[in-house]
Nanobody
Framework: QVQLVESGGGLVQPGGSLRLSCAAS????????MGWYRQAPENKRELVAA???????NYADSVKGRFTISRDNAKNTVYLQMYSLNLEDTAVYFC???????????????WGQGTQVNVSS
């Protein structure tokens, strides 16, 4: 089994910054893509940013230029640095990891429990 534990959420004023972290542990040979998704009340879960094991990144248009995703492969950890937060960024943020086996076969797609980010004045 694989567990993902997020941290770093909280309350921040508009224009502020937060850094989210997500550490994966358990039976892991390799993690392909790691990503952050978010879900606001009454909205669908949406991709915020993703990063491959080689460092290629992908961002939602709404966060480009404000958020930066990074990862530490040795620690199986992914980070999301968020700047210039606005009210529309308020959501539960979920970490995702695509775990592969020795022969690059997909073993599972895992989710963290979510961390709340509230942007409010």
């Amino acid at each position: 089994q694989v567990q993902l534990v997020e941290s770093g959420g909280g309350l921040v004023q508009p224009g502020g910054s937060l850094r989210l972290s997500c550490a994966a542990s358990g039976n892991i040979f390799r993690i392909a893509t790691m990503g952050w998704y978010r879900q606001a009340p009454e909205n669908k879960r949406e991709l915020v940013a993703a990063i491959t094991s080689g460092g290629r990144t992908n961002y939602a248009d709404s966060v480009k230029g404000r958020f930066t995703i990074s990862r530490d492969n040795a620690k199986n950890t992914v980070y999301l640095q968020m700047y210039s937060l606005n009210l529309e960024d308020t959501a539960v943020y979920f970490c995702n990891a695509q775990v592969q086996g020795r022969f690059y076969e997909t073993l599972g797609n895992y989710w963290g429990q979510g961390t709340q980010v509230n942007v409010s004045s």
